[in-house]
């Protein structure tokens, strides 16, 4: 496919041996609006790749056409080796999908949804009792098994929607907002199971709006807003490539006068939002000086992260 990139320098050659998905000019429209506009990505065997933006960006859209759930309206796709959509049948049987609403049957216990999905793969006997006990244990949902789904949580829906994508062993999981409502403890297992199944060489794809998880979790990641790419790279990467590397947010009485009269010199680039001023500077040492001169104004000194880049490239206005 003409439009493939280089392989980024953050991944080693084993995990560039493998092109898992191709997506060249994948465009959708719905009506008169362009949800996904010409984007160009790759993800390779092993890693964690993550696409970020703003609601309504194009995430759910870009991942239903890699799953072929939703034709393009033009641009390439090879998704496992296979065509998409032409051959997304053949794709289907080594994919496993956590889709942004869960789509539990609610008539069904635990292990009859599971059981159900399974039917799809033609897995059935022995080999499934198995294979269903291992994800019981694995999505910690042993107890659970013969509960109806209006009984379990919420961490506990998502937990089995993971377990049921994993029903067929799949290579690639595509993940829509895995741990989106997830209480603390609940996003801890998550991560936790999710970083096992990398350890196992599978391949995710999944989209969030925690940028910490999205840190944490993703070798790489793709920024898009409006259906085009804004950036792509590691998160240490994109951290150092566009954000200084102190921050310091500022609040309290008189912030905005002392900022446009002292503050505003002592660093490379601010930012007002809200009540509060985001400084950003390469030597910090000037400003903390400052502001130890000011004891009404709090303050917060931090390292630069990835919520940083995210709201610097997408802007910090409210999307609807
Ligand atoms: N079936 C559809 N019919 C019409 N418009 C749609 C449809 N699906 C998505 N859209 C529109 O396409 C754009 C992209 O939507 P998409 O669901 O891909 O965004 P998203 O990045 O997943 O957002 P969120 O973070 O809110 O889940 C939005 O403007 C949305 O309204
Ligand atoms: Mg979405």
Not at 156 to 162: A, F, G, I, N, S
Not at 272 to 281: A, D, S, W
Request: aromatic share 6%.
């Amino acid at each position: 496919m003409g439009c493939v990139e280089r392989p980024p320098r953050s991944l080693n050659n084993n995990m560039i041996m493998d092109v898992v998905v191709e997506a060249c000019g994948l465009t959708k429209h719905y009506g008169a609006q362009t949800a996904v506009g010409g984007i160009d990505f790759s993800v390779y065997r092993g890693e964690c790749f993550g696409l970020l933006g703003p609601n309504g960006a194009g995430k759910t859209t870009t991942l239903r056409m890699l799953m072929g759930a939703t034709p393009p309206d033009a641009g390439e796709l090879r998704v496992l080796g296979h065509a998409i959509p032409q051959q997304a049948r053949e794709m289907r049987a080594r994919l496993g999908v956590v889709p942004q609403q869960d789509n539990l049957d609610p008539d069904f216990t635990v292990v009859e949804n599971l059981i159900t999905y399974a039917s799809y793969f033609g897995l059935r006997g022995p080999q499934l009792s198995r294979r269903i006990d291992d994800l019981l244990a694995f999505a910690a949902l042993e107890a659970k098994a013969g509960a109806g789904i209006g009984t379990l949580s919420g961490g506990m829906k998502r937990r089995l929607t993971l377990a049921r994508a994993l029903i067929n062993d799949p290579d690639l999981l595509i993940l829509d907002e895995p741990t989106t409502g997830l209480d603390p403890q609940a996003r801890q297992l998550i991560w936790q199971r999710l970083r096992a199944l990398l350890g196992q060489d599978k391949t995710l794809i999944l989209t969030t709006h925690y940028m910490e998880e999205a840190e944490r979790l993703c070798d790489r990641l793709m920024i898009i807003d409006n259906g085009r790419v804004l950036v792509t790279g590691s998160p240490a990467e994109l951290i150092r490539q566009h954000i200084e590397p102190h921050v310091v947010e500022i609040h309290g009485p008189g912030v905005d006068a002392w900022y446009d009269g002292i503050g505003h010199a002592l660093v490379r680039r601010g930012e007002r939002v809200g009540e509060t001023v985001f400084c950003y500077t390469v030597d910090d040492r000037p400003l903390l000086d400052a502001l130890s001169r000011r004891p009404e104004l709090r303050f917060m000194h931090r390292h630069a992260n990835l919520e940083d880049v995210f709201l610097k490239l997408t802007g910090k206005e409210l999307r609807e």
